[in-house]
């Protein structure tokens, strides 16, 4: 088995767009929300056509819903802009099952940093 390598990008044939996100995902991720150490998990539901609703539970009994739109490269780098002014850029899987991001904010006093990942668990 070949070993990935960083600069090694997807083939020509493995287009993305944002039809390539479609369906229930769910995720994790971990860093500094508004300067201070947060985690959160929940679930993004997209809708193939560059909208994309998230449910989230987060430290200190943070929760609730939002919307947002996302834009997604052919060579399967995402882009979505939350309401409070986080952005997300994403790696996607060219088949759309799961994907690496991070969410930054800023700049501010109070850094928002965050990473995780998502996996589909429905079409």
């Known amino acids: 088995m070949k070993p ?7 083939a ?4 993305c767009s944002v039809a390539t996100l479609k369906g229930s995902y769910l995720y994790s991720s971990i860093g500094v929300l508004d300067g201070k150490p947060y ?6 539901v997209y809708d193939g056509k560059g909208g994309v609703e ?6 200190g009994g943070v929760a ?7 834009t997604v490269s052919p060579d399967c780098i995402g882009k979505a802009a939350y309401p409070y002014g986080q952005t ?3 790696f996607i899987s060219p088949d759309g099952s799961r994907f690496v991001y991070t969410i930054t ?4 006093d ?10 589909r668990v429905a079409p």
């Open 105 to 108: 904010r800023g700049p501010t």
């Open 110 to 119: 109070r850094p928002t940093v965050l990473s995780g990942w998502e996996i």
């Open 54 to 59: 998230l449910s989230f539970s987060g430290t």
């Open 39 to 44: 985690a959160e998990s929940g679930r993004e």
């Open 88 to 90: 997300l850029s994403s």
């Open 64 to 70: 609730g819903t939002m919307r947002a739109r996302y």
């Open 4 to 10: 990935a390598l960083a600069d090694e990008r997807p």
């Open 12 to 15: 020509a044939s493995a287009q």
